[in-house]
């Protein structure tokens, strides 16, 4: 048992550090869920799919989920490597965190939105939000 217990130690010693140094592929994961998230809801919102209450109201309180997930992986000197964080994220701290303050703002009135059901004013407020997904990359990500 003791030797069980010690293997399982080590072996979580052994494994951490090596997710904890790769946030690069950790926030670009989150990001990638994302696109997911807010293309499948842009078909509802361009009407090429059919508008679901549910299915939309849920898909708006993932994404609200997910606007809290990726700056936790934006460690200073992780703008090395295959990233398109821009070196500003870490030079202009107060506007990288404002950017990420006004996407949750949004993101949270889009689930709210959503769960009343009100079309027109989900179409509005999920192109609000959009807007704060492109000023972030125009100002802290390369393409
Ligand atoms: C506060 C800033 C910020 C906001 C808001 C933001 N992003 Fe990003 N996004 C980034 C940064 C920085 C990267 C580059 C990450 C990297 O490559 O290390 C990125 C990368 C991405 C990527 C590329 C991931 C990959 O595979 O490399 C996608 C897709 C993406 N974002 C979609 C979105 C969508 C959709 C939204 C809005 C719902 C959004 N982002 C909101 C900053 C932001």
Known sequence: ??????TVLSCTVLLSPAFAADPVTQRQEIFKQYKQ???????TVKGETPYSKDEFAKLAAHLDALAQQPWQHFPAGSDQGKTGARAEIWSKPQDWKAAIDRHKTET???KQTAAGGDLAAIKAQFGATQKTCKACHDNFRND
Do not use: E
């Open 37 to 43: 998230t807010v293309g499948t809801m842009a078909k």
């Open 1 to 6: 048992m003791k030797q069980l217990l010690l």
């Open 108 to 110: 949270a009135k889009l």
